[in-house]
T-cell receptor, first 113, second 115 residues
């Protein structure tokens, strides 16, 4: 079985500050890890994913995430927050050849002007 | 434009009145699924389909039906809706990339209220 824990259902950062959204996973097999973003009244959009290879993954809009096997983590970061980053972010896990995505409960990011 | 479409986007109905939410994708994806999103619970999979005429239960299938008669369409059917099915519903389609991961594309969502 696979699961995802997102620490902090709400995170607020000032514009220009570092964004850090936390995700820890549990998986009995090597995981594939994803971050999705949901803007208000829209569907989910893929930000980035890790499958194999380089553990630091770069995504769209300046976001990146690092897969740390020893910590079972896949935290999402962005060096400088922008007002347009305000959204809900979901971490998800699957595995090799497995179509099923298991989502975390989401983190709502608020940007303070 | 590659997309997943859902209709209707908003629906208010009464308990017991059968309804169907349609989902269509134009990317020739084999895999499609339905999720519901509830506050504090994230997204939970209702049903999925690996191909035409192949469907299976997800994590929360009770009270829902699906069918996959054509590759592009995957309707969600609530035969007797109840208030606990008030939720935001998402359809998604995906393909298997060379790393054998599935990248899912989501529709815009259908907000359903059952009174």
């Amino acid at each position: 079985a696979q699961s995802v824990t997102q620490l902090g259902s709400h995170v607020s950062v000032s514009e220009g500050a570092l964004v850090l959204l936390r995700c820890n996973y549990s998986s009995s097999v090597p995981p594939y890890l994803f971050w999705y973003v949901q803007y208000p009244n829209q569907g989910l959009q893929l930000l980035l994913k890790y499958t194999t290879g380089a553990t630091l993954v770069k995504g769209i809009n300046g976001f990146e995430a690092e897969f740390k096997k020893s910590e079972t983590s896949f935290h999402l970061t962005k060096p400088s927050a922008h007002m347009s980053d305000a959204a809900e972010y979901f971490c998800a896990v699957s595995s090799f050849g497995n179509e099923k995505l298991t989502f975390g409960t989401g983190t709502r990011l608020t940007i303070i002007p | 434009e590659a997309q997943v479409t859902q209709n209707p986007r908003y629906l208010i109905t009464v308990t017991g009145k059968k309804l169907t939410v349609t989902c269509s994708q134009n990317m020739n994806h084999e895999y499609m699924s339905w999720y519901r999103q509830d506050p504090g619970l994230g997204l939970r999979q209702i049903y999925y389909s690996m191909n035409v005429e192949v469907t299976d239960k997800g994590d929360v299938p009770e009270g829902y039906k699906v069918s996959r008669k054509e590759k592009r369409n995957f309707p969600l059917i609530l035969e007797s809706p109840s208030p606990n099915q008030t939720s935001l519903y998402f359809c998604a389609s995906s393909f298997r990339d060379p790393t054998l991961s599935y990248e899912q594309y989501f529709g815009p969502g259908t907000r359903l209220t059952v009174t």
